[in-house]
């Protein structure tokens, strides 16, 4: 029988399931992660925390015999950016989390692009996005800086980051959902915008390249077998899916932390 492993990656614990063909689950696991607050308007994860708790929740779903996964795929939270080191894969900031609004300043000088930004992104200028976040770890944290000196800094989605230290073929890629949280991804063209990554100053060079949500991401170690990830989406359009495939008369309502 079929069996799939989904890993979910949230803002308070890491999540894996294994379902069967039919939908059902066998077998769950889950590792909470710590979030710290050093400024009212500060909130951020460990990026090596957020790591261990994902090894630690697929490590604890052990191997029932006979058991084989066919596939896997990863949701993660969105809007929440991490800068890393595309050589050694290790961390140069913390996860900065979208609920963070530390670079809300830098937005200011924007204001008056305000809509020509939504039009090509469909989201509003906010620091609740990448590109501010993005642009503050440049501006503010020398290690991160450094990096794109010396051609070494990899930067984007959490997601990214996830991807690029769980598989073994350590990919440097963005799924759609993920990229356009950034406020850099274009509706239209589906990839990254040159004209708004001059305007916040973002070199494309350090960012993933974009690719499908349905992807050959990579190979991930899970129980002694190693699992093709297919599927690499944001938790939210995830969520979507979770009473099957969207039906084209039927509205669907997803409540979560953020709205």
């Given at each position: 029988m079929s069996r799939y492993l989904a890993i979910d990656q949230g803002g308070h614990a890491s999540r894996a399931i294994v379902f069967d063909a039919s939908g059902q689950p066998e077998v769950s696991a889950e590792h909470p992660i710590a979030t710290r607050r050093p400024t009212p308007d500060q909130v951020e994860h460990d990026p090596e925390e957020i790591i261990g708790s994902v090894r630690h929740a697929l490590q604890a779903l052990g191997r029932p015999p006979g058991t084989r996964i066919n596939a896997a795929g990863l949701a993660t939270q969105r809007s929440s950016i991490v800068c890393w080191d595309r050589v050694t894969g290790e961390a140069l900031s913390p996860v900065i989390s979208w609920q963070d609004r530390r670079a809300a300043e830098t937005l200011i000088p924007l204001a008056s692009e305000q809509a020509d930004i939504h039009?090509?992104?469909?989201?509003?200028?906010?620091?609740?996005?990448?590109?501010?976040?993005?642009?503050?770890?440049?501006?503010?944290?020398?290690?991160?800086?450094?990096?794109?000196?010396?051609?070494?800094l990899a930067f984007g989605p959490l997601a990214s980051f996830l991807l690029f230290r769980l598989l073994d073929e350590q990919p440097l890629v963005a799924d759609p959902a993920n990229a356009q949280r950034t406020q850099l991804w274009n509706l239209a063209t589906r990839d990254w915008d040159d004209i708004l990554l001059d305007r916040f100053g973002i070199p494309r060079a350090c960012l993933p390249a974009c690719v499908p949500t349905h992807h050959a991401f990579g190979s991930l170690r899970v129980a002694g077998q190693t699992v093709p990830l297919r599927i690499c989406q944001g938790d939210q359009p995830a969520a979507l899916f979770a009473d099957g495939m969207p039906q084209p008369d039927c509205a669907y309502i997803n409540i979560g932390t953020g709205a």
């Open positions: 039009r090509r992104t469909g989201l509003m200028l906010t620091p609740h996005y990448g590109a501010s976040k993005l642009r503050w770890c440049l501006d503010h944290l020398p290690a991160v800086a450094r990096a794109g000196t010396e051609g070494r």
